[in-house]
T-cell receptor
Framework: SQQGEEDPQALSIQEGENATMNCSYK?????LQWYRQNSGRGLVHLIL?????REKHSGRLRVTLDTSKKSSSLLITASRAADTASYFC????????????FGSGTRLLVRP | NAGVMQNPRHLVRRRGQEARLRCSPM?????VYWYRQLPEEGLKFMVY????????ESGMPKERFSAEFPKEGPSILRIQQVVRGDSAAYFC???????????FGDGTRLSIL
């Protein structure tokens, strides 16, 4: 079955604040990726973290991975109204297929 | 460098008709993935293909659904005898190699009347 649960399901913050989203998964993974989806559009890849990494940064994004707890978090610092979107974590499992297993997503609203 | 191109963007079919969704991967990408998304949900994997080969179809219903990625031309997701429950957004993604970040198209929104 598909795995991945994210919390919160929805998050509303003021511009300039930080946003933290969490993701849990169930099986051993090769890597974990975060994607953003604007309404009516496809997904945009944000960041990939491998199973032997614990933290990764990209611009205003910070991702952590705790394989012992099977969880990851995405932190967006100094949020902007343009960050308003749905954010999904996706895992690549430890088998030969490279399919992505998505979480249910967090809908982020950044109020100007 | 054009991204992943999907067409049509919107497709309306009546119950029992066939739906054909097309996906042209990014230039240089030989790995194609199809996902389905219901409203307010995450994407669900359907099928993973390389040129002329189906690598993993574990997420695709065994009846009515088929996919191909021929040597020439786009990848095709085909749904025969559509039913209301097939209404969803279907996304295609591509990557240059397996395990690399996937690049997504803007999807085809399928509506069944």
């Amino acid at each position: 079955s598909q795995q991945g649960e994210e919390d919160p399901q929805a998050l509303s913050i003021q511009e300039g604040e930080n946003a933290t989203m969490n993701c849990s998964y169930k099986t051993s993974i090769n890597n974990l990726q975060w994607y953003r989806q604007n309404s009516g559009r496809g997904l945009v890849h944000l960041i990939l973290i491998r199973s032997n990494e614990r933290e990764k940064h990209s611009g205003r994004l910070r991702v952590t991975l705790d394989t012992s707890k099977k969880s990851s978090s995405l932190l967006i610092t100094a949020s902007r109204a343009a960050d308003t979107a749905s954010y999904f974590c996706a895992t690549v499992q430890m088998d030969s297929s490279y399919k992505l297993i998505f979480g249910s997503g967090t809908r982020l609203l950044v109020r100007p | 460098n054009a991204g992943v191109m999907q067409n049509p963007r919107h497709l309306v079919r009546r119950r029992g008709q066939e739906a054909r969704l097309r996906c042209s991967p990014m230039k240089g990408h030989s790995h194609v993935y199809w996902y389905r998304q219901l409203p307010e949900e995450g994407l669900k994997f359907m099928v993973y293909l390389q040129k002329e080969n189906i690598i993993d179809e574990s997420g695709m219903p065994k009846e009515r659904f088929s996919a191909e990625f021929p040597k020439e031309g786009p990848s095709i997701l085909r749904i025969q005898q559509v039913v209301r429950g097939d209404s969803a957004a279907y996304f295609c993604a591509s990557s240059p190699e397996g395990g690399q970040p996937q690049h997504f198209g803007d999807g085809t929104r399928l509506s069944i009347l």
